[in-house]
T-cell receptor, first 113, second 115 residues
Framework: KAGVTQTPRYLIKTRGQQVTLSCSPISGHRSVSWYQQTPGQGLQFLFEYFSETQRNKGNFPGRFSGRQFSNSRSEMNVSTLELGDSALYLC????????????FGPGTRLLVL | AQSVTQPDIHITVSEGASLELRCNYSYGATPYLFWYVQSPGQGLQLLLKYFSGDTLVQGIKGFEAEFKRSQSSFNLRKPSVHWSDAAEYFCAVLPAGGSQGNLIFGKGTKLSVKP
């Protein structure tokens, strides 16, 4: 069974631009969560989607948004990029919510110049 | 507030030596507990998890972890470290029984292995 895939793997943007990252969960998994990883803040939860609905959101500004499609694939969008948005963005999928193990993709490395 | 503490930022061990990585959590009820490993430039790979039952859990790559409720700890161990174990290790908790579905991670422990 294929794992979680994320595209693109690497991305370079400039301040003020926007970016869209994509995540395809493991087949049969309905929950997708997004995390941001930076050297200073570590791994921080962005949001969780289940059945096309955002179920949980972390403490990030409204510039960070996401959505989930009927096939469970998810996208996250960051508008008006700032230098501090440079990070590794990780997507994780799980079969269901609560009590389920989350499996992570390889991440998208975003560099904002 | 819920939190996860990994007291050791960086640990160096010799190949073949034993390893213990510490993890303490702060949460009202026993959460679900996980250890993940991350190699440079990679995503997170699940090593093992604890939901309930036997407090000593076995994982992949020869790792095990022991849940101690009285100490709110979930330490990761390996009896003999291999050079390929050099990576960063993250302890994480998932609040049990609620609708909150996000993992809360520790800051990580970077493991270096000396030949």
């Amino acid at each position: 069974k294929a794992g979680v895939t994320q595209t693109p793997r690497y991305l370079i943007k400039t301040r003020g631009q926007q970016v869209t990252l994509s995540c395809s969960p493991i087949s049969g998994h309905r929950s997708v969560s997004w995390y941001q990883q930076t050297p200073g803040q570590g791994l921080q939860f962005l949001f969780e989607y289940f059945s096309e609905t955002q179920r949980n959101k972390g403490n990030f500004p409204g510039r960070f948004s996401g959505r989930q499609f009927s096939n469970s694939r998810s996208e996250m969008n960051v508008s008006t990029l700032e230098l501090g948005d440079s990070a590794l963005y990780l997507c994780a999928s799980s079969r269901d919510r609560a009590r389920e193990t989350q499996y992570f993709g390889p991440g998208t490395r975003l560099l904002v110049l | 507030a819920q939190s996860v503490t990994q007291p050791d930022i960086h640990i160096t061990v010799s190949e073949g030596a034993s390893l213990e990585l510490r993890c303490n959590y702060s949460y009202g009820a026993t959460p679900y507990l996980f250890w993940y490993v991350q190699s440079p430039g990679q995503g997170l790979q699940l090593l093992l998890k604890y939901f309930s039952g036997d407090t000593l859990v076995q994982g992949i790559k020869g790792f095990e972890a022991e849940f101690k409720r009285s100490q709110s700890s979930f330490n990761l161990r390996k009896p003999s470290v291999h050079w390929s174990d050099a990576a960063e290790y993250f302890c994480a908790v998932l609040p049990a029984g609620g609708s909150q579905g996000n993992l809360i991670f520790g800051k990580g422990t970077k493991l270096s292995v000396k030949p």
